[in-house]
């Protein structure tokens, strides 16, 4: 069973960089046919894809995000990551790592950053 812990800051101040980590159990980044992805979730609005990393190490991003984020990961401690630069208050959301084959079976807990001076 797949396990996924983020962490990261709680609060950032605006145009600052967000990194986001998240830690797995259970399962292997390498692992064939896995994905390893970011989903949002701004207070009274839906679910927003970010992006996610193949298990070949292939990154996707939204395209409206593009020009502020980025995904990596290390295999070695089995952890993947997502990086946000320039965040704004519209980045205030709570932040899940997902992952699955198709689509994502399996959900972090989830972690709140707020975006504030």
């Known amino acids: 069973q797949v396990q996924l812990q983020e962490s990261g800051p709680g609060l950032v101040k605006p145009s600052q960089t967000l990194s986001l980590t998240c830690t797995v159990s259970g399962g292997s980044l390498t692992t064939s046919s896995y994905f390893w992805g970011w989903i949002r979730q701004p207070p009274g609005k839906g679910l927003e894809w970010m992006g996610a990393?193949?298990?070949?190490?292939?990154?996707y991003v939204r395209p409206p995000l593009k020009s502020h984020t980025s995904m990596s990961w290390d295999t070695s401690k089995n952890q993947f990551s997502l990086q946000l630069s320039s965040v704004t208050p519209e980045d205030t959301a709570m932040y899940y790592c997902v992952s699955g084959i198709r689509g994502y079976a399996y959900w972090g807990q989830g972690t709140q950053v707020t975006v504030s001076s």
């Open positions: 990393i193949a298990w070949n190490g292939r990154s």
